[in-house]
């Protein structure tokens, strides 16, 4: 009760003022955790949020949910074809937004102090998971910012929605691959082959018999006139299905949900109001829940630290300026006018909401610890802050 009322008023407050509703959400969980509220009132706060595994357990089990639905929208919002007319600049602007931030967070991840690392012979695996951190965008934000400002049809706009869809499908297969070298404790190319040649037929099937699949379970659903209800259900159901498989796969869940959102978006017996229905769901009440509970995992006392403070401000600087001059480069390479570089690397620096996932994930995996952990999900709500591009593109 507490988590959701505070987040849904101050993602509230934010969307007034002109921010993404994620940034008052994961505020939420700032001012409610150790370093707010428990920092005040200690003994209030151990009561409503006990230590005990058996209190703690049912939040996360609402909290994950929201991961899965997440990824299912996003997946839904991903247009392949959108991705194929601007084939050729797309290819060019996601090349760039994603390399020249990838090698910096490699660099900084061997070059951050031990401090920051939850286990220092995976250091590899840390410095990996810092490049996706790094080169990862927020397709979610930049499309509410672009809708925001009535620059949706604008091609520029549509270029940029294609890179930031480029960027979080590459995103989130990095972030699967990362989460099976870090599970499997150390890096060995064995298993790794194995997954992503498990993935790769995944989603080979996916988008071929798969996606036939998909088609002919709507259609049934439809004939038998059930509605959004029936289409929902299917939904649902395909979702939880993929991610199962790239679960056994060794990669992570959210990264099937991803997939077959996409496949569920595509299909033309897809009922229009399922994305209504997963969207209410999803931003009403699993998000704010699950964004409350990542700020919530933050400590910011750990930032008086002045080592982790200067680390901190070093990641947040390599972050911004890496994305970019990488997204200004790929713009270049095209032949794109300056002003509308400049809109590309502003929009996509972009991280919300799929920066917290990835957060998440690092922390729940073994990857970061609460030091990292802080650094990334203060870096998610410092990109997301709204850099408006109207002039950019109007020009």
Known sequence: LVLLLVARALGRLMRRLGQPSVVGE?????????SGFGSLFPAAYAWLFPADPVQSGPIAAIAWPGVLFLLIVTGFETDLGLLRRLGRATARVTVGSLVVPAVF???VGFSMPRVFLAD?????????????ALAISALPVIATVLSQLGLMRRSISQLMLAAAMMNDVVGWVM?????SLAQSGSVHFGPLVIALSGLAFFLLFAF?????????????ARQQK????GAFTVSLLVALAAGVVTQMLGLEAILGAFIAGTVLGRSKFQEDETLVLLERITFSFLAPIFFATAGLRVDLRLLADPEVALWGGLVLLAASVSKFVGAY???WVEGLPVRERFALAAGLNARGAVEIVVATVGLSIGV?????????????MVTSMRVSTRGAIEH
């Open 105 to 107: 967070g490699l660099v």
């Open 175 to 179: 972030l699967g691959v990362i989460a």
């Open 329 to 331: 480069l790929g713009g």
């Open 120 to 132: 220092e012979s995976q250091r590899l695996v840390f410095a990996l998971f810092m490049a996706t």
């Open 226 to 229: 059930t509605g959004a209800s």
């Open 368 to 380: 970061l610890n609460g030091s990292s952990y802080a650094v990334i999900v203060l870096m998610a």
């Open 26 to 34: 994961l505020a939420a969980g700032l001012l409610l955790g150790p």
């Open 208 to 220: 071929t018999l798969g996606q036939r699949g998909v088609d002919f379970l709507l259609r049934r």
